[in-house]
């Protein structure tokens, strides 16, 4: 929690020096935006037979230009993050769901190559407010759900972000962006780091 705060201390600075040094041609540009995870945890021995789970992003962002061709990006988004695998035992083929939903603080930082065309890089600051299992049996159609354990979980999560983005208009443009996890989803965890990967892909407009 004391590193998201910080997290977000950093990004109001950003936002505050980033007021004073923009020029007057180049206003700050406020948006929305949404679109679709792809997610997987990092493999380890116990995560084989994991696939990608389908997924959203949404929130708000301010795009504050710093120079002719660079800008600061900070958004908040609620983001979904998780995995699912399949597995069988006892003859009994399983399905499971892992769904770790975060509230996410990315800062990116941006160059445009041509005014409708950039790419970006810079950190996630992500705290979770969720974390569910589900269980299928497959054979029978029965599902269980488990109750939110995210306290068994490590509530902060930092990632890299790299991507690009193209703007058919000034208003409209397309995203796309992955997020390689820096820390581990787990408190105590004896063997290899499990950490959050996510492909974005989604849709920005700026008023």
Known sequence: MKKLILGLAVTASTLAFAQQTKSSSSPVAFGVKAGMNVSS????????????????????????????????QPEVLYTQYGEKSEYTV????????????YVAVPVMFQYNFVPNFYLEAGPEFGLMVSATNKIKNEQTGQSTKSDNYKDDLNTFNLGIGIGAGYYFTPNIGLTARYVAGATDIFKENNGDA?????????????F
């Open 41 to 72: 945890l990092s493999k380890d021995e116990g995560l084989d037979d994991q696939k990608s789970k389908i997924g959203f992003n949404a929130g708000v962002f301010a795009n504050i230009p710093i120079a002719s061709s660079f800008s600061i």
């Open 90 to 101: 006892l003859g009994n083929k399983y399905s499971a769901s892992t769904k770790l939903d």
């Open 194 to 206: 499990v950490r959050n990967n996510t492909f974005q892909v989604g849709l920005a407009f700026k």
